[in-house]
Protein backbone atom coordinates (compact mmCIF):
# COMPACT_ATOMS: atom_id res chain seq x y z
CA UNK A 1 0.00 0.00 0.00
CA UNK A 2 1.27 3.68 -1.12
CA UNK A 3 2.36 6.16 2.15
CA UNK A 4 0.05 8.07 3.05
CA UNK A 5 0.90 11.58 3.59
CA UNK A 6 0.67 12.87 7.05
CA UNK A 7 -0.67 15.92 6.41
CA UNK A 8 -3.91 17.30 3.77
CA UNK A 9 -3.00 18.22 0.78
CA UNK A 10 -2.58 22.15 1.04
CA UNK A 11 -5.62 24.49 -1.12
CA UNK A 12 -3.66 27.44 -2.53
CA UNK A 13 -4.96 30.44 -1.25
CA UNK A 14 -4.97 34.32 -1.80
CA UNK A 15 -2.02 36.17 0.23
CA UNK A 16 -2.84 37.88 3.21
CA UNK A 17 -1.44 41.13 2.43
CA UNK A 18 -3.72 41.23 -1.15
CA UNK A 19 -6.50 39.91 -0.26
CA UNK A 20 -7.28 42.67 2.66
CA UNK A 21 -7.90 44.65 -0.57
CA UNK A 22 -10.12 42.84 -2.41
CA UNK A 23 -13.65 40.57 -1.66
CA UNK A 24 -12.66 37.99 -3.79
CA UNK A 25 -12.97 34.24 -1.82
CA UNK A 26 -9.72 33.68 0.39
CA UNK A 27 -9.29 29.89 -0.68
CA UNK A 28 -8.64 28.71 -4.57
CA UNK A 29 -10.33 25.23 -4.11
CA UNK A 30 -8.46 21.79 -5.51
CA UNK A 31 -7.63 21.20 -8.61
CA UNK A 32 -8.48 17.88 -10.27
CA UNK A 33 -5.01 16.67 -9.42
CA UNK A 34 -4.89 17.67 -6.01
CA UNK A 35 -8.76 16.86 -5.13
CA UNK A 36 -7.37 12.70 -6.29
CA UNK A 37 -4.39 13.18 -4.73
CA UNK A 38 -6.38 14.14 -1.16
CA UNK A 39 -9.10 11.51 -1.99
CA UNK A 40 -6.44 8.65 -2.11
CA UNK A 41 -5.13 9.84 1.99
CA UNK A 42 -8.79 7.94 3.04
CA UNK A 43 -7.69 4.33 3.64
CA UNK A 44 -11.73 3.53 3.47
CA UNK A 45 -11.99 2.34 6.96
CA UNK A 46 -14.71 -0.59 7.30
CA UNK A 47 -16.69 1.38 10.10
CA UNK A 48 -16.31 4.86 8.82
CA UNK A 49 -16.80 7.11 11.60
CA UNK A 50 -17.13 10.09 9.29
CA UNK A 51 -20.18 9.30 8.31
CA UNK A 52 -21.26 9.36 11.86
CA UNK A 53 -19.93 12.46 12.77
CA UNK A 54 -21.64 14.38 9.80
CA UNK A 55 -25.44 15.26 10.83
CA UNK A 56 -27.03 14.37 7.06
CA UNK A 57 -24.85 11.42 7.14
CA UNK A 58 -23.28 11.79 4.11
CA UNK A 59 -21.76 8.77 2.34
CA UNK A 60 -18.13 10.70 2.83
CA UNK A 61 -15.93 7.29 1.78
CA UNK A 62 -18.81 6.36 -1.15
CA UNK A 63 -18.05 10.10 -2.90
CA UNK A 64 -14.42 10.04 -2.18
CA UNK A 65 -13.93 6.60 -3.77
CA UNK A 66 -15.57 8.14 -6.28
CA UNK A 67 -13.18 11.03 -6.87
CA UNK A 68 -10.23 8.35 -6.77
CA UNK A 69 -11.75 7.31 -9.88
CA UNK A 70 -12.13 9.99 -11.11
CA UNK A 71 -16.00 9.68 -11.46
CA UNK A 72 -16.43 13.63 -10.27
CA UNK A 73 -20.28 13.03 -11.85
CA UNK A 74 -21.01 10.16 -10.05
CA UNK A 75 -18.99 11.75 -6.98
CA UNK A 76 -21.85 14.92 -7.12
CA UNK A 77 -24.53 12.79 -7.59
CA UNK A 78 -24.17 10.85 -4.42
CA UNK A 79 -23.12 13.66 -2.39
CA UNK A 80 -26.50 15.37 -2.94
CA UNK A 81 -28.33 12.85 -2.40
CA UNK A 82 -28.10 13.93 1.46
CA UNK A 83 -26.60 17.34 1.04
CA UNK A 84 -28.79 19.88 -1.67
CA UNK A 85 -25.40 22.75 -0.56
CA UNK A 86 -22.27 21.17 -1.19
CA UNK A 87 -20.51 23.74 -2.17
CA UNK A 88 -21.77 25.87 0.66
CA UNK A 89 -21.18 23.07 3.46
CA UNK A 90 -17.86 22.14 1.62
CA UNK A 91 -16.62 25.98 2.42
CA UNK A 92 -18.56 27.00 5.66
CA UNK A 93 -19.03 23.66 7.50
CA UNK A 94 -17.01 23.33 10.90
CA UNK A 95 -15.68 19.81 9.29
CA UNK A 96 -13.22 20.22 12.12
CA UNK A 97 -15.91 19.12 15.11
CA UNK A 98 -18.01 16.78 12.67
CA UNK A 99 -16.64 14.56 10.11
CA UNK A 100 -13.26 15.35 9.96
CA UNK A 101 -12.85 14.67 13.95
CA UNK A 102 -14.25 11.35 13.41
CA UNK A 103 -11.31 10.45 10.68
CA UNK A 104 -9.05 7.81 11.95
CA UNK A 105 -6.04 9.31 10.03
CA UNK A 106 -6.88 12.43 12.78
CA UNK A 107 -5.50 10.55 15.42
CA UNK A 108 -1.99 10.91 14.57
CA UNK A 109 -1.70 13.30 11.50
CA UNK A 110 -4.15 15.28 9.96
CA UNK A 111 -7.46 13.65 9.00
CA UNK A 112 -8.78 14.10 5.12
CA UNK A 113 -10.11 17.06 3.74
CA UNK A 114 -13.13 16.22 3.56
CA UNK A 115 -14.33 19.34 3.33
CA UNK A 116 -12.32 20.60 0.70
CA UNK A 117 -13.29 17.32 -1.43
CA UNK A 118 -16.84 18.07 -1.10
CA UNK A 119 -16.12 21.33 -2.16
CA UNK A 120 -14.26 20.29 -5.10
CA UNK A 121 -17.08 18.42 -6.26
CA UNK A 122 -19.44 20.79 -5.88
CA UNK A 123 -17.13 23.04 -7.74
CA UNK A 124 -16.67 20.68 -10.72
CA UNK A 125 -20.28 20.51 -11.36
CA UNK A 126 -21.04 23.86 -11.37
CA UNK A 127 -18.08 24.08 -14.23
CA UNK A 128 -19.46 21.44 -16.42
CA UNK A 129 -22.88 24.22 -16.51
CA UNK A 130 -26.51 23.87 -15.50
CA UNK A 131 -27.05 21.01 -12.70
CA UNK A 132 -29.10 18.34 -14.25
CA UNK A 133 -32.53 17.77 -12.53
CA UNK A 134 -33.83 14.74 -11.19
CA UNK A 135 -37.01 13.42 -13.10
CA UNK A 136 -39.92 14.92 -11.78
CA UNK A 137 -42.21 13.44 -8.99
CA UNK A 138 -45.73 12.94 -9.76
CA UNK A 139 -47.88 15.59 -8.30
CA UNK A 140 -49.53 15.06 -5.08
CA UNK A 141 -51.97 17.94 -4.76
CA UNK A 142 -50.78 19.43 -1.59
CA UNK A 143 -49.64 22.27 -0.70
CA UNK A 144 -46.95 23.23 2.08
CA UNK A 145 -45.27 27.19 2.51
CA UNK A 146 -41.92 27.79 3.48
CA UNK A 147 -41.12 30.87 5.81
CA UNK A 148 -37.16 31.66 5.52
CA UNK A 149 -35.30 31.20 2.95
CA UNK A 150 -32.40 30.24 5.14
CA UNK A 151 -30.39 26.90 4.42
CA UNK A 152 -32.96 25.29 7.04
CA UNK A 153 -36.40 26.58 4.46
CA UNK A 154 -33.84 25.96 1.24
CA UNK A 155 -33.47 22.10 2.22
CA UNK A 156 -37.27 21.52 3.53
CA UNK A 157 -38.34 23.11 0.25
CA UNK A 158 -36.23 21.11 -1.92
CA UNK A 159 -37.05 17.63 -0.21
CA UNK A 160 -40.79 18.41 -0.24
CA UNK A 161 -40.64 19.72 -4.09
CA UNK A 162 -38.94 16.33 -5.10
CA UNK A 163 -41.55 14.36 -3.17
CA UNK A 164 -44.09 15.98 -5.31
CA UNK A 165 -45.82 18.76 -3.24
CA UNK A 166 -46.59 22.23 -4.59
CA UNK A 167 -44.08 24.27 -2.72
CA UNK A 168 -44.44 28.21 -2.28
CA UNK A 169 -41.25 29.68 -0.22
CA UNK A 170 -42.02 33.58 1.40
CA UNK A 171 -38.39 35.57 2.71
CA UNK A 172 -38.99 38.67 4.50
CA UNK A 173 -35.66 40.17 2.46
CA UNK A 174 -35.56 41.03 -1.08
CA UNK A 175 -32.73 38.68 -1.76
CA UNK A 176 -33.57 34.33 -0.68
CA UNK A 177 -30.53 32.91 0.96
CA UNK A 178 -30.73 34.22 4.94
CA UNK A 179 -27.47 34.34 6.54
CA UNK A 180 -25.34 32.91 3.58
CA UNK A 181 -26.19 36.19 1.96
CA UNK A 182 -27.00 38.73 4.50
CA UNK A 183 -23.93 37.76 7.10
CA UNK A 184 -21.05 35.19 5.99
CA UNK A 185 -18.94 37.96 3.66
CA UNK A 186 -18.25 37.32 0.21
CA UNK A 187 -14.45 36.96 0.78
CA UNK A 188 -15.45 33.21 2.91
CA UNK A 189 -18.63 32.71 0.36
CA UNK A 190 -19.09 33.99 -3.05
CA UNK A 191 -22.85 35.31 -3.11
CA UNK A 192 -22.81 33.65 -6.57
CA UNK A 193 -22.92 30.18 -5.35
CA UNK A 194 -25.92 30.83 -3.25
CA UNK A 195 -27.87 32.46 -6.18
CA UNK A 196 -26.84 29.18 -8.08
CA UNK A 197 -28.26 26.71 -5.83
CA UNK A 198 -31.40 28.89 -5.00
CA UNK A 199 -32.09 28.91 -8.94
CA UNK A 200 -31.60 24.92 -8.61
CA UNK A 201 -34.28 25.34 -5.95
CA UNK A 202 -36.50 27.36 -8.25
CA UNK A 203 -35.93 24.89 -11.13
CA UNK A 204 -36.89 22.27 -9.47
CA UNK A 205 -40.54 24.18 -9.24
CA UNK A 206 -40.77 26.04 -6.02
CA UNK A 207 -42.05 29.48 -5.98
CA UNK A 208 -40.02 31.83 -4.15
CA UNK A 209 -41.40 35.25 -3.19
CA UNK A 210 -39.57 37.90 -1.50
CA UNK A 211 -40.26 40.98 0.12
CA UNK A 212 -42.76 39.02 2.15
CA UNK A 213 -42.41 39.25 6.34
CA UNK A 214 -44.93 36.30 7.73
CA UNK A 215 -46.18 38.21 10.50
CA UNK A 216 -47.00 41.33 8.88
CA UNK A 217 -48.89 40.54 6.02
CA UNK A 218 -50.16 37.51 6.48
CA UNK A 219 -50.16 35.30 10.09
CA UNK A 220 -49.98 31.77 10.49
CA UNK A 221 -53.31 30.64 10.60
CA UNK A 222 -53.94 32.59 7.74
CA UNK A 223 -51.29 30.49 5.84
CA UNK A 224 -52.57 27.56 7.49
CA UNK A 225 -56.03 27.98 5.24
CA UNK A 226 -54.29 28.24 2.30
CA UNK A 227 -51.84 25.47 2.75
CA UNK A 228 -51.74 21.97 4.14
CA UNK A 229 -48.41 22.26 6.31
CA UNK A 230 -46.31 25.40 7.13
CA UNK A 231 -42.66 25.07 7.89
CA UNK A 232 -40.57 27.88 9.67
CA UNK A 233 -36.93 28.25 8.76
CA UNK A 234 -36.97 31.73 10.20
CA UNK A 235 -33.64 31.78 11.66
CA UNK A 236 -32.29 33.93 14.76
CA UNK A 237 -31.55 37.38 13.30
CA UNK A 238 -32.29 39.39 16.88
CA UNK A 239 -29.23 40.66 18.07
CA UNK A 240 -27.79 40.43 21.69
CA UNK A 241 -26.21 43.53 22.84
CA UNK A 242 -23.92 43.90 26.26
CA UNK A 243 -25.60 46.34 27.59
CA UNK A 244 -22.80 48.35 29.54
CA UNK A 245 -23.08 52.04 29.18
CA UNK A 246 -22.47 54.00 25.94
CA UNK A 247 -23.60 50.96 24.23
CA UNK A 248 -25.88 53.43 22.08
CA UNK A 249 -23.08 56.06 20.80
CA UNK A 250 -22.99 56.44 17.21
CA UNK A 251 -20.33 54.21 15.49
CA UNK A 252 -21.61 51.33 17.89
CA UNK A 253 -22.99 48.19 15.31
CA UNK A 254 -24.45 45.17 16.52
CA UNK A 255 -22.69 42.28 13.81
CA UNK A 256 -26.16 41.82 11.91
CA UNK A 257 -26.35 45.43 10.81
CA UNK A 258 -22.60 45.73 10.45
CA UNK A 259 -22.73 43.02 8.09
CA UNK A 260 -26.11 43.64 6.21
CA UNK A 261 -24.25 46.87 5.04
CA UNK A 262 -21.43 45.30 4.14
CA UNK A 263 -22.61 42.30 2.26
CA UNK A 264 -26.01 42.05 1.00
CA UNK A 265 -26.30 45.94 1.04
CA UNK A 266 -22.71 45.62 -0.94
CA UNK A 267 -20.89 48.40 1.71
CA UNK A 268 -17.81 47.56 -0.03
CA UNK A 269 -18.06 48.09 -3.28
CA UNK A 270 -18.80 52.44 -2.29
CA UNK A 271 -19.20 54.11 -4.99
CA UNK A 272 -21.20 51.70 -7.07
CA UNK A 273 -23.51 51.13 -4.13
CA UNK A 274 -24.11 53.59 -1.93
CA UNK A 275 -24.67 52.03 1.38
CA UNK A 276 -23.58 53.55 3.91
CA UNK A 277 -21.43 52.19 6.67
CA UNK A 278 -18.75 53.87 8.90
CA UNK A 279 -15.25 52.86 8.32
CA UNK A 280 -13.53 53.10 11.45
CA UNK A 281 -9.11 53.24 11.65
CA UNK A 282 -9.53 51.55 15.00
CA UNK A 283 -12.12 48.84 14.89
CA UNK A 284 -13.14 46.73 17.77
CA UNK A 285 -15.53 43.99 17.62
CA UNK A 286 -16.82 42.20 20.47
CA UNK A 287 -17.23 38.46 20.63
CA UNK A 288 -15.12 35.36 19.63
CA UNK A 289 -17.34 33.24 16.88
CA UNK A 290 -17.58 33.27 13.51
CA UNK A 291 -19.41 36.44 13.45
CA UNK A 292 -16.79 38.22 15.19
CA UNK A 293 -14.26 37.17 12.68
CA UNK A 294 -16.31 37.67 9.87
CA UNK A 295 -16.55 41.86 11.57
CA UNK A 296 -13.06 41.61 12.38
CA UNK A 297 -12.13 40.82 8.84
CA UNK A 298 -14.48 42.78 6.95
CA UNK A 299 -13.57 45.83 8.95
CA UNK A 300 -10.37 45.28 7.28
CA UNK A 301 -11.04 45.21 4.01
CA UNK A 302 -13.38 48.45 4.70
CA UNK A 303 -9.95 49.74 5.33
CA UNK A 304 -9.40 49.55 9.19
CA UNK A 305 -5.58 49.88 9.96
CA UNK A 306 -6.24 48.49 13.26
CA UNK A 307 -9.19 45.45 13.89
CA UNK A 308 -9.17 43.98 17.12
CA UNK A 309 -10.92 41.36 18.30
CA UNK A 310 -12.18 42.03 22.33
CA UNK A 311 -12.79 38.05 23.76
CA UNK A 312 -13.54 37.29 27.16
CA UNK A 313 -11.52 33.88 27.03
CA UNK A 314 -8.80 33.13 25.82
CA UNK A 315 -7.95 31.92 22.25
CA UNK A 316 -8.73 27.80 23.37
CA UNK A 317 -12.10 28.74 24.35
CA UNK A 318 -13.09 30.58 21.06
CA UNK A 319 -16.08 29.27 19.50
CA UNK A 320 -14.74 30.27 15.64
CA UNK A 321 -13.68 27.77 13.46
CA UNK A 322 -9.51 27.27 13.53
CA UNK A 323 -9.53 27.92 9.95
CA UNK A 324 -11.44 31.39 10.79
CA UNK A 325 -8.98 32.42 13.39
CA UNK A 326 -6.41 31.09 11.53
CA UNK A 327 -6.94 34.00 8.33
CA UNK A 328 -7.90 36.45 10.86
CA UNK A 329 -4.49 36.19 12.52
CA UNK A 330 -3.16 35.51 8.89
CA UNK A 331 -4.39 39.30 7.99
CA UNK A 332 -3.41 40.89 10.94
CA UNK A 333 -6.32 41.07 13.13
CA UNK A 334 -5.50 41.69 16.51
CA UNK A 335 -6.82 39.97 19.67
CA UNK A 336 -6.89 41.18 23.11
CA UNK A 337 -8.08 38.50 25.08
CA UNK A 338 -9.60 37.74 28.49
CA UNK A 339 -11.46 41.64 28.24
CA UNK A 340 -14.34 42.13 28.29
CA UNK A 341 -16.36 45.71 27.60
CA UNK A 342 -17.20 47.60 30.70
CA UNK A 343 -18.27 50.89 28.97
CA UNK A 344 -18.19 52.76 25.68
CA UNK A 345 -17.32 56.45 25.97
CA UNK A 346 -18.07 58.96 24.03
CA UNK A 347 -16.73 62.38 21.80
CA UNK A 348 -17.73 65.44 19.38
CA UNK A 349 -21.60 64.67 18.76
CA UNK A 350 -22.02 61.39 20.51
CA UNK A 351 -19.26 59.35 18.16
CA UNK A 352 -18.06 56.78 19.95
CA UNK A 353 -14.23 57.39 21.22
CA UNK A 354 -12.89 54.73 23.70
CA UNK A 355 -14.03 51.14 24.87
CA UNK A 356 -13.43 50.24 28.50
CA UNK A 357 -12.43 46.97 29.58
CA UNK A 358 -12.10 44.66 32.68
CA UNK A 359 -9.45 42.38 32.27
CA UNK A 360 -10.87 38.57 32.99
CA UNK A 361 -9.58 35.52 34.39
CA UNK A 362 -10.66 32.34 34.17
CA UNK A 363 -12.68 30.64 36.55
CA UNK A 364 -14.15 26.93 37.08
CA UNK A 365 -16.32 25.18 33.95
CA UNK A 366 -19.66 26.78 33.17
CA UNK A 367 -22.71 24.84 31.36
CA UNK A 368 -20.71 25.19 28.37
CA UNK A 369 -17.91 23.10 29.33
CA UNK A 370 -15.52 26.14 29.19
CA UNK A 371 -14.00 27.85 31.93
CA UNK A 372 -16.07 30.65 33.07
CA UNK A 373 -14.64 34.41 32.67
CA UNK A 374 -13.96 35.79 35.73
CA UNK A 375 -13.83 39.99 35.84
CA UNK A 376 -10.45 40.88 37.80
CA UNK A 377 -11.91 43.66 40.39
CA UNK A 378 -9.85 47.27 39.45
CA UNK A 379 -8.28 45.94 36.38
CA UNK A 380 -10.22 48.16 33.94
CA UNK A 381 -8.77 49.74 30.53
CA UNK A 382 -9.49 52.00 27.70
CA UNK A 383 -8.54 51.36 24.27
CA UNK A 384 -9.42 54.44 21.63
CA UNK A 385 -11.53 53.01 19.06
CA UNK A 386 -14.01 54.86 16.02
CA UNK A 387 -15.92 51.86 15.82
CA UNK A 388 -17.51 48.68 17.70
CA UNK A 389 -19.39 45.94 16.19
CA UNK A 390 -20.97 43.85 18.82
CA UNK A 391 -20.95 40.26 17.67
CA UNK A 392 -22.07 38.08 21.35
CA UNK A 393 -25.13 35.93 19.51
CA UNK A 394 -28.58 36.38 18.53
CA UNK A 395 -31.73 34.75 19.23
CA UNK A 396 -35.07 34.23 17.26
CA UNK A 397 -37.01 37.52 15.79
CA UNK A 398 -40.50 37.27 17.82
CA UNK A 399 -42.48 38.53 15.50
CA UNK A 400 -43.95 35.20 14.38
CA UNK A 401 -44.39 33.53 18.06
CA UNK A 402 -46.14 37.34 19.37
CA UNK A 403 -48.45 37.09 16.35
CA UNK A 404 -49.23 33.32 16.76
CA UNK A 405 -50.03 33.17 20.60
CA UNK A 406 -50.88 29.19 20.31
CA UNK A 407 -47.31 28.57 19.54
CA UNK A 408 -44.74 26.97 22.04
CA UNK A 409 -41.46 28.67 22.77
CA UNK A 410 -38.50 28.44 25.19
CA UNK A 411 -36.77 30.60 27.04
CA UNK A 412 -34.27 31.76 24.59
CA UNK A 413 -37.31 32.87 22.11
CA UNK A 414 -37.29 29.88 20.50
CA UNK A 415 -40.00 28.03 19.01
CA UNK A 416 -40.32 24.85 20.34
CA UNK A 417 -40.20 21.58 18.12
CA UNK A 418 -39.88 17.90 18.63
CA UNK A 419 -36.48 17.11 17.05
CA UNK A 420 -36.89 14.06 15.70
CA UNK A 421 -40.15 15.30 13.24
CA UNK A 422 -39.45 19.43 13.25
CA UNK A 423 -43.30 19.28 14.87
CA UNK A 424 -44.09 22.44 16.70
CA UNK A 425 -46.96 22.54 19.20
CA UNK A 426 -49.51 24.41 16.79
CA UNK A 427 -50.71 21.43 14.26
CA UNK A 428 -50.09 21.19 10.74
CA UNK A 429 -46.96 23.99 11.71
CA UNK A 430 -43.12 22.90 12.00
CA UNK A 431 -39.65 24.16 12.78
CA UNK A 432 -36.32 23.96 11.91
CA UNK A 433 -32.91 25.30 12.29
CA UNK A 434 -31.76 28.31 14.31
CA UNK A 435 -35.41 29.56 15.33
CA UNK A 436 -35.45 25.88 16.65
CA UNK A 437 -32.23 25.74 18.59
CA UNK A 438 -30.94 29.15 18.66
CA UNK A 439 -27.47 30.38 16.39
CA UNK A 440 -26.19 27.09 15.35
CA UNK A 441 -24.67 25.74 12.12
CA UNK A 442 -25.77 25.85 8.45
CA UNK A 443 -25.14 21.91 8.44
CA UNK A 444 -27.41 21.71 11.84
CA UNK A 445 -30.00 23.94 9.88
CA UNK A 446 -30.19 21.79 6.68
CA UNK A 447 -30.27 18.54 8.57
CA UNK A 448 -33.28 20.21 10.94
CA UNK A 449 -35.11 21.08 7.46
CA UNK A 450 -34.60 17.51 6.15
CA UNK A 451 -36.45 15.81 9.22
CA UNK A 452 -39.41 18.43 9.08
CA UNK A 453 -39.74 17.72 5.21
CA UNK A 454 -39.78 14.19 6.25
CA UNK A 455 -42.11 14.62 8.81
CA UNK A 456 -44.60 17.25 6.74
CA UNK A 457 -45.00 14.73 3.77
CA UNK A 458 -46.38 11.83 6.03
CA UNK A 459 -48.25 14.75 7.75
CA UNK A 460 -49.79 15.94 4.65
CA UNK A 461 -50.27 12.60 3.01
CA UNK A 462 -52.42 11.15 5.88
CA UNK A 463 -54.50 14.04 6.34
P1 LIG B 1 -31.17 31.88 8.48
O1 LIG B 1 -29.96 31.58 7.67
O2 LIG B 1 -31.08 32.96 9.47
O3 LIG B 1 -32.37 32.19 7.47
C1 LIG B 1 -33.63 32.62 7.96
C2 LIG B 1 -34.33 33.39 6.88
O4 LIG B 1 -35.67 33.65 7.31
C3 LIG B 1 -33.69 34.76 6.61
O5 LIG B 1 -33.51 34.92 5.23
C4 LIG B 1 -34.73 35.75 7.15
O6 LIG B 1 -34.73 36.98 6.44
C5 LIG B 1 -36.01 34.99 6.96
N1 LIG B 1 -37.09 35.43 7.86
C6 LIG B 1 -37.00 35.74 9.17
N2 LIG B 1 -38.19 36.10 9.65
C7 LIG B 1 -39.07 36.03 8.62
C8 LIG B 1 -40.47 36.30 8.48
N3 LIG B 1 -41.21 36.71 9.52
N4 LIG B 1 -41.06 36.12 7.27
C9 LIG B 1 -40.32 35.69 6.21
N5 LIG B 1 -38.99 35.44 6.28
C10 LIG B 1 -38.38 35.59 7.47
N6 LIG B 1 -22.53 28.41 10.33
C11 LIG B 1 -21.62 27.52 9.86
O7 LIG B 1 -21.94 26.33 9.78
N7 LIG B 1 -20.38 27.91 9.46
C12 LIG B 1 -20.00 29.20 9.46
O8 LIG B 1 -18.88 29.51 9.09
C13 LIG B 1 -20.93 30.17 9.91
N8 LIG B 1 -20.63 31.49 9.90
C14 LIG B 1 -21.57 32.41 10.25
C15 LIG B 1 -21.28 33.76 10.12
C16 LIG B 1 -22.23 34.70 10.43
C17 LIG B 1 -21.91 36.15 10.25
C18 LIG B 1 -23.51 34.30 10.95
C19 LIG B 1 -24.54 35.34 11.34
C20 LIG B 1 -23.80 32.96 11.10
C21 LIG B 1 -22.85 32.01 10.73
N9 LIG B 1 -23.12 30.65 10.81
C22 LIG B 1 -22.22 29.73 10.36
C23 LIG B 1 -24.44 30.17 11.30
C24 LIG B 1 -25.37 29.78 10.15
O9 LIG B 1 -25.28 30.70 9.10
C25 LIG B 1 -26.79 29.64 10.65
O10 LIG B 1 -26.80 28.66 11.68
C26 LIG B 1 -27.75 29.21 9.53
O11 LIG B 1 -27.75 30.14 8.48
C27 LIG B 1 -29.16 29.03 10.07
O12 LIG B 1 -30.00 28.74 9.01
P2 LIG B 1 -31.57 29.02 9.10
O13 LIG B 1 -32.13 28.60 7.79
O14 LIG B 1 -32.12 28.42 10.33
O15 LIG B 1 -31.70 30.60 9.30
Known amino acids: MAKVSPVKTPMREQPAAERIRNNDEVPFGYSPQEAVLEAKRCIM ?48 CPQEEQCEKKCVLGVKNEPVAIGRLERFLADWEAEQGEAELPPKPAPTGKKIVIVGAGPAGITAAADLVRLGHKVDMFEALHQPGGVLVYGIPEFRLPKEIVFREINYLERLGVKLYTNQVIGMIKSIDELLNEYDAVFLGTGAGLPWFLEVPGENLNGIYSANEYLTRANLMKAYLFPKYKTPIVRGKRVATVGGGNVAMDCARTALRLGAEKSIIIYRRSLGEMPARNEEIHHAEEEGVIFQLLSNPAAFHGGENNWVKEVECIRMKLGEPDDSGRRRPVPIPGAN ?45 KPGVFAGGDVATGAATVILAMGAGKTAARSIHQYVMNK
Open 381 to 425: FRMPVDVAVIAIGNSPNPLIPNTTPDIETGKWGNIVTDPETGKTS
Open 45 to 92: CKNPGCIEGCPVEIDIPGFIRLITEKKFKEGVTLLKEKNILPAICGRV
